[in-house]
């Protein structure tokens, strides 16, 4: 049976490699489908690490992807714990405020809050 990837899931699967630490120089593939994908190891890359690769391969999730409707997450999110949602909400506006920082600043200045979310660059 050849299992298909799903769109954008190829480069998902590497970035997984890659942030995992496992040292490639990419993917190859001629037809699309997890059987016909090689991972390109790079020549430090430990048996180790190509078996946790490989591994990683026959277990990674290759079908399209879609985000689930916002009632759905709405409903999960209300179901966990305050405090588990307050730790959520802190991660997410720190990795908004770091990918937006001029736009969390003017935001900021307006509600008259200081926060440090940009900084002089010493170089």
Do not use: C, H
């Not at 490989?54 to 689930?68: C, D, H, I, N, Q």
């Not at 709405?74 to 937006?100: D, H, P």
């Amino acid at each position: 049976m050849t299992t298909p990837i799903g769109n954008n899931r190829e480069t998902a699967f590497d970035e997984y490699l890659q942030a995992s630490g496992i040292p490639i120089s990419g993917l190859t593939n001629t037809n699309g489908t997890v059987e016909g994908l090689v991972i390109n190891f790079l020549p430090e890359a430990t048996q180790t690490q190509v078996d946790f690769a490989e591994a990683a391969k026959l277990t990674f999730e290759w079908r399209k992807l879609r985000a689930v409707t916002q009632s759905a997450v709405e409903t999960a999110f209300s179901s966990l714990g305050a405090s588990v949602q307050n730790q959520i909400l802190r991660k997410l506006v720190m990795y908004f405020a770091r990918q937006n920082p001029a736009q969390v600043q003017a935001m900021l200045d307006a509600a008259g809050i200081t926060l440090p979310v940009q900084e002089v660059d010493p170089t």
